[in-house]
């Protein structure tokens, strides 16, 4: 087995690939209201119960980026950490969210290139109480001043 490929990030934090960050939450309605004033994302599905109801869902389902915030929250305060810039992302929403449900967010480090001063990074939501996935995918990130080279480590 070969020693684990490393990088600085930022604050000159080494990381290396299958480095993870976590965090979690309890999404409340006040989170849900507030993401309701800022995006104007006022779809019945996410506000009206009623509504929610006649579509088959037990409650109104929370809007599917705010439980991505947590991803951004990670990549810019953990993995890779300050100075770090979410350039893309592919996402499957797998599962709805409800207020009330505490979510743990999971980034894992898959590779990087020195040289492009780029990450890709899997990224996971799931509901802590069952371990169901709700947010399946993976992020592009432009590292912070990286250590010259030109290798890609996967």
Same mark, same amino acid.
């Not at 690939?17 to 993870?20: H, I, M």
């Not at 996410?46 to 509504?51: G, N, P």
């Given at each position: 087995m070969k020693p684990a490929q490393t990088v600085e990030a930022a604050a000159g934090r080494e990381i290396c690939?299958?480095?993870?960050a976590t965090c979690? &939450? =309890?999404v409340t309605q006040a989170q849900v209201d507030a993401y309701v004033e800022l995006s104007g994302d006022d779809n019945p599905l996410?506000?009206?119960?009623?509504?929610a109801l006649d579509l088959g869902f037990p409650r109104p389902v929370v809007h599917g980026m705010l439980a991505l915030s947590a991803i951004s929250c990670l990549i810019g305060a953990q993995l890779p950490g300050p100075g770090s810039l &979410? =350039?893309?992302q592919e996402i499957k929403f797998?599962?709805?969210v409800f207020v009330g449900d505490t979510l743990e967010a999971q980034l894992t480090l898959e590779k990087y290139s020195r040289a492009a001063r780029l990450a890709v990074l899997k990224t996971t939501v799931r509901k802590q109480e069952t371990g169901q996935a709700?947010?399946?995918g993976r992020a592009r990130v432009m590292l912070p001043e990286l250590a010259e080279s030109s290798d890609i480590h996967e």
């Open positions: 690939v299958g480095d993870t979690q &939450w =309890t996410h506000v009206d119960r009623q509504f &979410w =350039t893309s797998v599962s709805p709700v947010l399946l």
